[in-house]
């Protein structure tokens, strides 16, 4: 892979406006011949972008042309030619049954819709799932909101992500990924700044993330301190904290200043040689990382 030169961001709001060279920049998205400013991400505009390009998972865009959005609020007015809009989902002729996101199945859905975070289903008919802030305050019957996330006898108002409070919530319920939830009581919040003061009983937070023998005070991702946790522990996707020690923040402005010892901090992200202070996303500085490393996903940054 070819030297990138430049300044460049690399996620949600990441400009590109001076990189040249074949660049990878989310999961497998290949921009070989891609110039001009863009955005990749969320509201990402590629009103100029021609050649061939993938922008997000396995999203073809061979024949794109035109303003189009890709993720969350993505419109497709124009856009022609096979693509595929998020993880398996197919678009090419697209009628009938289709599947969003995860295993959402949309057989019936008419009419108006947004795909994901502030997704409106003002006509839409038939099973549907949503995401971030979906209300189901007069759903009935079982439904899944997230993943594999059963809520066979879940009734009531309730939301499912971030800031999620379940205080009502009865019967077993998992939350996200394969988190179990069978005797969880309480109010209780489950991601970004999840305080499991009062939880009891073997749980999983995110991922493989086990806690079998966690108590008191925690938080797990984003912001997540860990300052008296002690043991073996997994905090997200493959990372691997068997000797962590100390206070230590693992997402977004995660700060690894004291720690030691081999540790991966997203998906296959090796910083097997990383010292001194640094940021591991979004608009991660990696002023004084040597070594090879990895940032997200499959992205090489050899430079």
């Known amino acids: 892979m070819q030297q990138v030169s430049g300044p460049k961001r690399d996620l949600a709001t990441a400009d590109y406006a001076t990189i040249s060279g074949p660049k990878r920049d989310l999961a497998t998205a290949d921009y070989a011949t891609v110039s001009g400013p863009k955005r990749d991400l969320a509201t990402a505009d590629y009103a100029t972008v021609s050649g061939p390009k993938r922008d997000l998972a396995t999203a073809d865009y061979a024949t794109v042309s035109g303003p189009k959005r890709d993720l969350a609020t993505a419109d497709y007015a124009t ?11 197919d678009y090419a002729t697209v009628s009938g049954p289709k599947r969003d996101l995860a295993t959402a199945d949309y057989a019936t859905v008419s009419g108006p ?14 099973p549907k799932r949503d995401l971030a802030t979906a209300d ?17 006898t879940v009734s009531g108002p309730k939301r499912d992500l971030a800031t999620a409070d379940y205080a009502t919530v009865s019967g077993p319920k998992r939350d996200l990924a394969t988190a179990d939830y069978a005797t969880v009581s309480g109010p209780k919040r489950d991601l970004a700044t999840a305080d ?6 073997p749980k999983r937070d995110l991922a493989t993330a086990d806690y ?22 997994r905090d997200l996707a493959t990372a691997d904290y068997a000797t962590v ?32 202070p640094k940021r591991d996303l979004a608009t991660a500085d990696y002023a004084t990382i040597s070594g090879p490393k990895r940032d997200l996903a499959t ?5």
């Not at 856009?79 to 989902?89: C, E, F, I, W, Y």
């Not at 189901?136 to 079982?142: E, F, K, R, V």
């Open 113 to 126: 819709k947004r795909d994901l975070a502030t997704a409106d289903y003002a006509t839409a008919s038939g």
């Open 245 to 276: 020690s100390g206070p230590k923040r693992d997402l977004a402005t995660a700060d690894y200043a004291t720690v030691s010892g081999p540790k991966r901090d997203l998906a296959t992200a090796d910083y097997a040689t990383v010292s001194g």
């Open 136 to 152: 189901y305050a007069t759903i009935s019957g079982p439904k899944r909101d997230l993943a594999t996330a059963d809520y066979a």
């Open 299 to 303: 992205a090489d940054f050899t430079a």
């Open 79 to 89: 856009v022609s030619g096979p693509k595929r809009d998020l993880a398996t989902a």
């Open 196 to 201: 499991y003061a009062t939880v009891s009983g």
């Open 212 to 233: 079998a023998s966690v108590s008191g005070p925690k938080r797990d991702l984003a912001t997540a301190d860990y300052a008296t946790v002690s043991g073996p522990k």
